[in-house]
């Protein structure tokens, strides 16, 4: 949508699990894909993860981060 529009679009995913809806999140867009980490979710589900967002395919990607 356009800025101008003022209003928001909900965008048809292609592909992938839709992630479990969230707040307090954190997002970013880098080179055509939105990352998006973290959050308190509003609903238990079984895709509570960060995840990447391809804007130009309309895919998602749910991944598991390890580490300390």
């Known amino acids: 949508a356009q800025t101008s529009d003022v209003r928001w679009v909900a ?4 592909w992938g699990p839709i992630p479990t809806p969230r ?5 970013f867009e880098h080179e055509g894909k939105m990352y998006i980490f973290g959050g308190a979710f509003s609903q238990p589900g079984p895709n509570e993860r960060d995840c990447i967002y391809s804007l130009d395919s309309s895919k998602f990607l749910i991944f598991v981060i390890f580490g300390v």
């Open 23 to 27: 707040s307090s999140h954190y997002a």
């Open 11 to 14: 965008p048809k995913i292609s």
